[in-house]
């Protein structure tokens, strides 16, 4: 089952238009369920009731009363585009595990430099107050003490996370209710340090591959730095740089409050057939064995266009 938090229009309604699509073929591709939750989980007047986005805790307990057939459920971010060809994700969820993605080991490049390009762009190109050094940089240590909590290991984007039900619906109902509606963080009064703390503290965590919620902030840096300033104004361009992107990536995480971060909303992507049937011939590839035999030497033909010289003006 893939599940959501989508809590009122300004959410629900760019879910439905802009991410569904892929979310959609995904789980038909796997037979897998699909619900987005568009309402409050918790009575809004209740001292426990805090910012939307906590109450995906809440996802285990209401499937257990309605949908008492569900066992495993991957939660992800409403702005989530998804690579509708890529491995189901439960075939490398452990079960009895909370299985998480890192959001500072194992990437597939130096997190220092992407950080540096991060705050770099945006401080040239975005707005000259953003500072080139913040929070942004934070030790691991230093991210937990300055919410009270005990140091962890990691840090995870709680954009993405599986869970079984019948071991952890219960015990994410007791986190949710441990934290009250004064509850402060980093991010305004979000989830993402106290869930970590309580999920690594907890301690049987299952550690996913990065492509399974590739940081579109991270990648836009490393690999695409040009949409910072004239391409940000460029519909087209900014979508095959997101194709591209979940070419080689799986569930593709629009994380964060700055312009890069709404990029997921420039639509139509992975509708061209060209570009779907490159996915799935790609897809389908990669699952052939090769056998490495050589074939003799191949090089491209040579064209006149190619061996014409430039005529001077």
């Known amino acids: 089952m893939i599940t959501t938090i989508a809590i009122g229009d300004d959410y629900y309604n760019p879910w439905k238009k802009y991410a569904f699509p892929t979310w959609k073929k995904y789980c038909e591709r796997y037979g897998l369920g699909l619900i987005v939750f568009d309402a409050d989980l918790i009575p809004k007047d209740s001292k426990i009731w805090k910012k939307p986005t906590w109450q995906k805790l809440l996802i285990g307990n209401a499937l257990k009363r309605t949908l008492p057939a569900v066992t495993e459920v991957c939660y992800l971010d409403s702005d989530t585009l998804i690579n509708y060809t890529a491995p189901n994700v439960f075939?490398?969820?452990?079960?009895?595990?909370?299985?998480?993605?890192?959001?500072?080991?194992?990437?597939?490049?130096?997190?220092?430099?992407?950080?540096?390009r991060?705050?770099?762009?945006?401080?040239?190109?975005?707005?000259?107050?953003?500072p080139l050094d913040s929070a942004l940089f934070i030790s691991v240590e230093r991210y937990y003490q300055f919410h009270g909590l005990a140091p962890q290991a990691d840090i995870a984007c709680m954009g993405m996370f599986l869970f079984?039900?019948?071991?952890?619906?219960?015990?994410?109902?007791?986190?949710?209710?441990?934290?009250?509606?004064?509850?402060?963080?980093?991010?305004?009064?979000?989830?993402?340090?106290?869930?970590?703390?309580?999920?690594?503290?907890?301690?049987?965590?299952?550690?996913?591959?990065?492509?399974?919620?590739?940081?579109?902030?991270?990648?836009?840096?490393?690999?695409?730095p040009f949409l910072y300033d004239f391409g940000r104004r460029k519909k087209a361009l900014i979508r095959e740089c997101i194709e591209a992107s979940l070419f080689t990536n799986y569930f593709l995480h629009f994380a964060g409050s700055w312009y890069e971060n709404d990029m997921w909303q420039v639509g139509g992507v992975l509708v061209d057939l060209r570009q779907r049937k490159k996915f799935e011939d790609f897809s389908e590839y990669v699952r052939r064995p090769v056998s490495g035999e050589p074939v003799g030497i191949i090089k491209p033909k040579k064209t006149d266009r190619l061996l014409r010289r430039r005529r001077p003006n």
Request: charged fraction near 20%.
């Open 91 to 116: 075939d490398v969820y452990i079960p009895g595990t909370i299985g998480l993605v890192s959001s500072l080991k194992n990437l597939p490049y130096s997190l220092e430099e992407v950080l540096r």
């Open 118 to 130: 991060i705050a770099f762009f945006r401080h040239n190109c975005y707005d000259q107050r953003y």
């Open 164 to 224: 079984n039900v019948s071991d952890h619906a219960e015990l994410m109902g007791d986190w949710f209710s441990k934290y009250d509606r004064q509850v402060q963080s980093m991010s305004g009064g979000g989830e993402g340090a106290h869930l970590n703390y309580e999920m690594q503290s907890w301690g049987n965590i299952c550690w996913l591959d990065y492509k399974f919620q590739a940081i579109w902030t991270y990648e836009m840096a490393w690999k695409y």
